[in-house]
């Protein structure tokens, strides 16, 4: 149980500009963030989701941060007497009768702003134990959602890849293997190897707006795990950022560029302690899909 007596903010005390954040807004932070984000907020064992890395970035707080009553248990730190929380988005739950089982059940019904994130400069007490940086790999992606890599085997060579249902493929001479072997698999992670979407694909422009979500999001993924030495990311940023001087991107792509960026980063993390066994059972994956020579 939280020992907090945590205070219900009234939404009209959220700042107007943080209330009013389009998804497409979000995206511009997540994009002008610095790379590396992830292990910057995320370290120990705080998940915080790209949303919130950017509503706290937005608010310019750039370090790991904890609520008052984790800071208090989990590192013996207090918050110095006069600082000011920053506002995340947290999920609020409300019971709920069942009808059938006549019991209540917890029901999520959003995610409020809530005023109660703390930076670590804002707190003292005892020294920080050192960090496990997190660990990403590719490999363990692909086995988190149970997508498998099959060689190539299209003769168009201007292909980098391709994916179908749970299976994606890499062009072996693909100037940036991995960055596609991310773009295929956010194909599969948005639903776009169905055959019902295949038959939307045709058409330019919901083909347009497919891949500028799932580039934008393996871009999200290496920038914010730091493996920005995996793609050309100037290339990358030019496509992702440049978005408004086409078309306008509607909100929803923008959102699901997000969703789909996040899902890739939680795929790739590992935990320092277990990297080795999941590399291992992995190799052959790894051989399978990267033929000798056509590594960066
Ligand atoms: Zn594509």
Do not use: D, R, S
């Given at each position: 149980m939280e020992r907090t007596t945590r205070k219900r903010y009234t939404?009209?005390?959220?700042p107007q500009h943080l209330q009013n954040a389009t998804a497409a807004d979000t995206l511009e932070q997540i994009l002008k963030m610095p790379g590396e984000m992830d292990d910057t907020y995320n370290r120990y064992k705080i998940r915080l989701s790209l949303g919130n890395m950017a509503l706290l970035a937005t608010q310019g707080l750039h370090e790991f941060g904890n609520t008052l009553p984790r800071w208090n248990d989990d590192f013996h730190r207090s918050v110095i007497m006069g600082e000011k929380a920053y506002y995340i988005r947290r999920p609020a739950f409300k019971k709920e009768l069942n009808e059938e089982t006549g019991e209540y059940e917890e029901k999520l019904v959003g995610f409020p702003f809530v005023k109660c994130w703390f930076g670590v400069n804002q707190t003292e007490g005892d020294e920080m134990p050192p960090h496990q940086s997190p660990e990403y790999s590719i490999p363990q992606l692909l086995e988190t959602y149970g997508i498998e890599e099959e060689p190539f085997r299209h003769v168009n060579g201007n292909c980098q890849g391709y994916s179908y249902a749970n299976r994606i493929a890499v062009n072996?001479?693909?100037?940036?293997p991995d960055r596609t072997r991310l773009h295929e698999a956010a194909h599969y992670l948005a639903g776009h190897t169905v055959p019902e979407f295949n038959e939307t694909y045709q058409d330019n422009m919901h083909r347009g707006r497919a891949e500028w979500v799932v580039e934008t999001a393996a871009h999200i993924a290496l920038k914010m795990a730091g493996l920005?030495?995996?793609?050309?990311e100037n290339a990358s940023r030019y496509y992702t950022e440049n978005w408004r001087q086409g078309q306008d991107i509607p909100d929803e792509d923008c959102k699901q560029a997000i969703s789909i960026g996040e899902k890739l980063l939680k795929g790739m993390r590992v935990s320092a302690a277990n990297l080795l066994t999941i590399g291992e059972g992995n190799n052959q994956i790894l051989e399978a899909g990267r033929p000798a020579g056509g590594e960066v």
């Open positions: 939404k009209a005390e959220v072996p001479i693909a100037k940036w920005t030495h995996l793609m050309n």
